[in-house]
């Protein structure tokens, strides 16, 4: 889908307005988060070549990767929600992109990690996520997804006091699985966890560790 298709447009349009309060309330809540962060630092060191977070919003995630010597850049589709993250981790580069089209060379990645990026993006649209993923890593390139599982579609009217107008999806994890192996990739392991009480939302989440294969 191009930029100006109507649910990217929405999507970057509610990121944009939500960018200052978002970074707020997020970017620092992997101190709250032990489970990320062991298999965030799992995932960096299995990592080979450049990383790219993508739906990286403030850049918490990039910090991470970054701090545990990963070779990373961030990506996101929010012009506003990437200047904080550059007004935040000065030192690592962030560009704008799109997940259904991205600009990086084929086989140009050494992996990717995409924490809650696809959770805004209709169920139909996914395929294409995950062959674009798949074209962009390098064989034996690596993935780390993550979501809110489930079968539902939310829709929320309001965050921290802004209107907003896109979807959140719950997403159920074998469906996932399936697709990314249709776009030729390797689910190694699936990880799940309840929500940490007063820290986040409340659903339950899938960490999926994903590989490109070398054949």
């Not at 993006?121 to 674009?132: G, I, M």
């Not at 802004?162 to 990739?185: K, T, V």
């Amino acid at each position: 889908m191009p930029l100006d298709d109507k649910q990217i447009r929405t999507i970057r349009d509610d990121y944009d307005r939500l960018a200052a309060d978002y970074a707020a309330q997020i970017a620092g809540e992997l101190r709250h988060k032990p489970l990320d962060c062991e298999l965030l630092r799992r995932f960096a060191a299995s990592v080979r070549g450049p990383l790219c977070e993508m739906g990286c919003g403030p850049g918490h995630v990039a910090r991470f990767l970054k701090d545990a010597a990963a070779d990373v850049f961030g990506l996101d589709l929010s012009p506003k929600m990437l200047e904080q993250a550059r007004k935040l981790n000065p030192d690592i580069r962030f560009q704008e992109g799109n997940m259904l089209a991205l600009d990086l060379a084929d086989a140009s990645l050494g992996g990717i990690v995409a924490f809650y990026a696809i959770v805004n993006l209709s169920k139909d649209t996914l395929p294409t996520v995950f062959r674009e993923m798949a074209r962009v890593l390098a064989p034996g390139g690596r993935l780390l997804l993550a979501f809110h599982t489930g079968d539902q579609v939310l829709r929320e009217h309001e965050l921290w006091g802004h209107r907003i107008h896109m979807d959140f999806l719950l997403l159920p994890p074998l469906e996932i699985q399936q697709q990314l192996e249709q776009a030729g990739l390797v689910v190694d392991q699936m990880v799940e966890r309840d929500p940490y009480p007063d820290v986040e939302y409340p659903s339950h989440r899938a960490y999926l560790f994903v590989h490109k294969s070398d054949g």
